[in-house]
């Protein structure tokens, strides 16, 4: 045999060893290679929930799905903020820490460790796709994943994160190597079904107690909760026991479909660190969120739109729809506009109603963030607003959402005032006032020619500190009136009725953004 056709023997031969040996491993480790198919997005059951529970419902419920269901085991390194926390809840979980407005602790500052986290997941597809919270894996340098059927003692199977989605807490995992006997993948129910006093079951890894079953009702939807990005999500609502390492499991209904995923609970006593515990308040991702946005989860990025703006949060009555000019209490009034954000550009304007975005009606707040988070960037929409009792048409490019530069700019400081030297007047609503001197005026950049009062003070807890309003904001208008000196903004502000609300439009200044339009409500008393 000559020199090259004995190579090439001895290659192939090698080759078929390797690959003999190969398959005789994952055969000793009940492993199979991960395929590269893609992800199937479950479908949604959207039959009404219907029939009687007896005595099996729920243990059928545990014994179909509680194999969808698994653990995930976190290694990596955290700025050990909460780090008390970190051994159970991996890093800058929201998950078992008081939720404000219930209360609020500050961080120790320590060097950078190495954590160990647990939390729960359930598998979407075959192909060996999970759901989780994103601050499950947040930060993590390794996952491993345990079954149901994984005995204590074995090894999990290990996993990479496809994608996250840091505003809704979630993110997709994929197993890299799965088992030979294949995996039970969740059904999906429909969230937009779930009402007040369903019955429902959370599974998960509470203290690593893997399937862990607890039962309870749901106690609200449409929760409005604040999350780790500082806006604010829907929520459900539930009394179904929830305890740390059950972040991430699912919330199913009683067809055992998921209907949304456990991702923090308010704890009376503290942060579960310091010895709280489930007292009937967790909260859920409604699962028809998260559908939504596994197309892009799987593509390893969720890009949303965003026009700039804020809206209020005061829920709007019948008799301020009125004064508005609106037939009934709809559509999302704006209180500030960004500086050079694409609603800037548009026209738009503090005090506007926004009631059409896209040709979609708005009903209130949550839809016009619903329906502006899902508009492409760069996408030209039109909309319509109510000003000054009238229709407006505008025509608005969106934007892309950056929650990255939205935290620095909402945790920047507001710029001070110049000294002040003249003589503050009080205005009944909490507040005090005086003239905007033009060196004051040129220092918070106060569009020219405007400027009614500079706020000097402020009363704790007073109308005009529930409202918003700071020192240093400059009073323009008031009920769409412009007010150019001290007089006329308490003239205005005396022919409010008690009772009444005064719509006040300020100039506020954030330092590091610059000034902008901001409305405010005070309620006079």
């Given at each position: 045999?000559?020199?090259?056709?004995?190579?090439?023997?001895?290659?192939?031969?090698?080759a078929?060893v390797?690959?003999?040996?190969?398959m005789?491993i994952?055969?000793?480790?009940?492993l199979?290679?991960?395929?590269?198919?893609?992800?199937?997005?479950?479908?949604?059951?959207?039959?009404?929930?219907a029939?009687p529970?007896?005595?099996?419902?729920?243990?059928t419920?545990?014994?179909?799905?509680?194999?969808?269901?698994v653990?995930?085991?976190t290694?990596?390194?955290?700025?050990a903020?909460d780090?008390?926390?970190?051994d159970?809840?991996?890093p800058?979980?929201?998950?078992?820490?008081?939720?404000?407005?219930?209360?609020n602790r500050q961080?120790?500052q320590?060097?950078?460790r190495?954590?160990r986290?647990?939390g729960?997941?359930?598998?979407i597809?075959k192909?060996?796709?999970i759901?989780?919270?994103n601050?499950?894996?947040?930060?993590a340098?390794?996952?491993?994943?345990?079954?149901?059927?994984?005995?204590?003692?074995?090894?999990?199977?290990?996993a990479?994160?496809?994608?996250?989605?840091e505003?809704?807490?979630t993110?997709?995992?994929?197993?890299?190597?799965?088992p030979?006997?294949?995996?039970?993948?969740?059904?999906?129910?429909d969230?937009t079904?779930?009402a007040?006093?369903?019955w429902?079951?959370?599974?998960?890894?509470?203290?690593?107690?893997?399937?862990t079953?607890?039962?309870?009702v749901?106690s609200?939807?449409?929760?409005q909760?604040?999350?780790?990005?500082?806006?604010?999500?829907?929520?459900?609502?539930?009394?179904?026991?929830?305890?740390?390492g059950?972040?991430?499991?699912?919330l199913?209904n009683?067809?055992?479909?998921?209907?949304?995923i456990n991702?923090?609970?308010?704890t009376?006593?503290?942060?579960?660190g310091?010895?709280?515990?489930?007292?009937?308040?967790?909260?859920?991702i409604?699962?028809n969120?998260?559908?939504?946005?596994?197309?892009?989860?799987?593509t390893?990025k969720?890009?949303?739109?965003?026009?700039?703006?804020?809206?209020?949060s005061?829920?709007?009555?019948?008799?301020?729809?009125?004064?508005?000019?609106?037939?009934?209490?709809e559509?999302?009034?704006?209180?500030?506009?960004?500086?050079?954000?694409?609603?800037d550009?548009?026209?738009m304007?503090?005090?506007d109603?926004?009631?059409?975005?896209?040709?979609?009606?708005?009903?209130?707040?949550?839809?016009l963030?619903?329906v502006?988070?899902g508009t492409?960037?760069?996408t030209?929409?039109?909309?319509?607003?109510?000003?000054?009792?009238k229709?407006v048409?505008?025509n608005?490019k969106?934007?892309?959402?950056?929650?990255?530069?939205?935290?620095?700019?909402?945790?920047?400081?507001?710029a001070?005032?110049?000294?002040?030297?003249?003589?503050?007047?009080?205005?009944?609503?909490?507040?005090?006032?005086?003239?905007?001197?033009?060196?004051?005026?040129?220092?918070l950049?106060?569009p020219a020619?405007r400027?009614?009062?500079?706020v000097t003070?402020?009363?704790?807890?007073?109308?005009?500190?529930?409202?918003?309003?700071?020192?240093g904001d400059?009073?323009?208008?008031?009920?769409?009136?412009q007010?150019r000196?001290v007089?006329?903004?308490?003239?205005?502000?005396?022919?409010?009725?008690?009772?009444?609300?005064a719509?006040?439009?300020?100039?506020?200044?954030t330092r590091?953004?610059?000034?902008?339009?901001?409305?405010v409500?005070i309620?006079?008393?």
């Open positions: 045999m000559s020199h090259r056709k004995s190579t090439l023997f001895y290659g192939i031969l090698i078929f390797s690959v003999v040996v190969g005789v994952a055969s000793r480790l009940d199979s290679p991960i395929s590269s198919a893609n992800l199937t997005v479950p479908a949604t059951n959207s039959a009404p929930l029939g529970i007896d005595a099996t419902t729920f243990r419920i545990a014994h179909d799905a509680g194999p969808s269901v653990s995930i085991i290694t990596g390194t955290s700025d903020r780090s008390d926390l970190g159970l809840l991996g800058n979980s929201p998950f078992g820490q008081v939720l404000p407005p219930f209360g961080p120790r320590q060097a950078p190495v954590f986290g647990a729960s997941g359930f598998i597809d192909e060996g796709y759901l989780t919270n601050h499950v894996v947040e930060n340098k390794s996952i491993e994943i345990r079954l149901s059927t994984t005995r204590d003692g074995e090894e999990g199977y290990p990479k994160v496809i994608g996250r989605d505003l809704t807490d993110a997709l995992v994929q197993m890299t190597e799965l030979r006997d294949g995996l039970t993948a969740s059904k999906f129910g969230s079904q779930i007040p006093g369903d429902v079951m959370a599974i998960g890894n509470p203290f690593n107690l893997s399937n079953v607890t039962v309870g749901v609200a939807v449409g929760r909760t604040p999350t780790s990005t500082g806006r604010y999500e829907d929520f459900i609502q539930t009394d179904a026991a929830i305890n740390r059950n972040s991430g499991g699912p199913l009683l067809r055992g479909e998921v209907v949304g991702s923090m609970i308010y009376e006593s503290g942060p579960m310091e010895g709280g515990g489930n007292v009937g308040v967790g909260f859920a409604p699962i969120t998260v559908r939504d946005l596994l197309p892009q989860l799987r390893g969720v890009t949303r739109g965003r026009i700039g703006v804020t809206v209020q005061k829920p709007m009555t019948e008799d301020y729809a009125r004064e508005l000019g609106l037939s009934k209490p559509g999302a009034e704006i209180r500030s506009v960004e500086r050079g954000a694409p609603a550009a548009a026209g304007k503090a005090g109603v926004i009631v059409e975005f896209n040709g979609k009606p708005i009903r209130s707040n949550n839809e963030v619903s502006v988070t492409p960037p760069n030209t929409v039109p909309v319509k607003v109510m000003r000054d009792k229709n048409s505008l608005v969106v934007g892309e959402l950056n929650l990255d530069a939205e935290r620095q700019a909402n945790s920047s400081n507001r001070a005032p110049d000294e002040q030297t003249a003589e503050p007047k009080d205005t009944g609503f909490g507040m005090t006032i005086q003239e905007v001197a033009p060196r004051e005026a040129r220092q950049q106060v020619g400027g009614g009062a500079l003070d402020v009363t704790p807890f007073g109308p005009a500190a529930q409202a918003g309003i700071v020192p400059v009073i323009l208008s008031i009920q769409g009136d007010v000196n007089d006329q903004v308490s003239k205005a502000l005396d022919a409010i009725g008690t009772g009444r609300t719509r006040i439009i300020v100039w506020h200044v590091g953004q610059g000034g902008q339009e901001v409305l409500q309620r006079k008393r």
